[in-house]
């Protein structure tokens, strides 16, 4: 009895990995005609939506990722290739405040502050691409964070048909933190599937609609 039972949660703990690989290589393979990593090759868009992450890791240290999203950023505005940018993130506390902390560091980069927009609701990938589409009106955008980040957008992004394509900001390799997100990613892959085709999720918060001014091309 006891050997039928290792039997099954052995072929049970298989068939679970499995499902999450091949779930993570259908992500993979479903953005992969929507990103970019030249600037030169993306086309221009309006608007970029840029996913928010914490500047400092622990004991202060700078976070990369964050480092290199807006790194992005400002490569794309200061070659034409967005007119303005949303900011989405998470905003805990008035000491936690994703959007705020990314705004001041684009100012900063040279990017105007009447070009930059702030959603404080995007707790999650799902919630920053829906709201960008329903509250802020953006029927297309350019999504901006690495790539593990860009492919699960753009896989939710296109179940709900919007009209998204990414641009991969530089990525950490071959680091303990990279490793984490590894994993933290397949997890979150699998989370947005269920969200998309079981649970049938919707974002945290709605509102109000919010108008981004761009001048149309």
Same mark, same amino acid.
């Given at each position: 009895?006891?050997?039928?039972?290792?039997?099954? !949660?052995?072929? &049970?703990?298989?068939?679970?990995?499995?499902?999450?690989?091949?779930?993570?290589?259908?992500?993979?393979?479903?953005?992969?005609?929507?990103?970019?990593?030249?600037?030169?090759?993306? %086309?221009?868009?309006?608007? @970029?939506?840029?996913?928010? &992450?914490?500047?400092? !890791?622990?004991?202060?240290?700078?976070?990369? *990722?964050?480092?290199?999203?807006?790194?992005?950023?400002?490569?794309?505005?200061?070659? $034409?290739?967005?007119?303005?940018?949303? !900011?989405? $993130?998470?905003? @805990?506390?008035?000491?936690?405040?994703? %959007?705020?902390?990314?705004?001041?560091?684009?100012?900063?980069? $040279?990017? %105007?502050?009447?070009?930059?927009?702030?959603? *404080?609701? $995007? /707790?999650?990938?799902?919630?920053?691409?829906?709201?960008?589409?329903?509250? *802020?009106?953006?029927?297309?955008?350019?999504?901006?964070?690495?790539?593990?980040?860009?492919?699960?957008?753009?896989?939710?992004?296109?179940?709900?048909?919007?009209?998204?394509?990414?641009?991969?900001?530089?990525?950490?390799?071959?680091?303990?933190?990279?490793?984490?997100?590894? *994993?933290?990613?397949?997890?979150?892959?699998?989370? @947005? /599937?269920?969200?998309?085709?079981?649970?049938?999720?919707? %974002?945290?918060?709605?509102?109000? /609609?919010?108008?981004?001014?761009?001048?149309?091309?």
């Amino acid at each position: 009895m006891v050997k039928k039972m290792l039997y099954i !949660i052995f072929y &049970t703990l298989i068939l679970l990995i499995v499902a999450i690989l091949s779930l993570d290589i259908y992500v993979k393979e479903s953005s992969k005609d929507r990103i970019y990593t030249s600037v030169d090759n993306l %086309p221009k868009t309006n608007v @970029a939506l840029l996913l928010g &992450t914490s500047k400092y !890791i622990k004991k202060g240290k700078i976070n990369y *990722f964050y480092k290199y999203r807006i790194d992005a950023v400002e490569k794309l505005y200061k070659n $034409g290739k967005i007119e303005a940018v949303l !900011i989405s $993130g998470d905003n @805990a506390s008035k000491y936690y405040n994703e %959007p705020a902390t990314m705004r001041r560091d684009l100012i900063k980069r $040279g990017i %105007p502050k009447d070009k930059i927009y702030l959603d *404080f609701a $995007g /707790f999650r990938t799902l919630d920053s691409i829906l709201r960008a589409k329903n509250i *802020f009106n953006l029927d297309r955008f350019v999504v901006i964070s690495q790539k593990f980040h860009i492919e699960r957008a753009l896989f939710i992004a296109k179940k709900y048909k919007i009209d998204a394509i990414g641009f991969v900001a530089k990525d950490i390799k071959n680091t303990k933190a990279a490793l984490r997100m590894q *994993f933290r990613e397949y997890l979150a892959r699998v989370k @947005a /599937f269920l969200d998309l085709y079981i649970l049938d999720t919707k %974002p945290k918060f709605f509102g109000k /609609f919010e108008k981004i001014e761009i001048k149309e091309n």
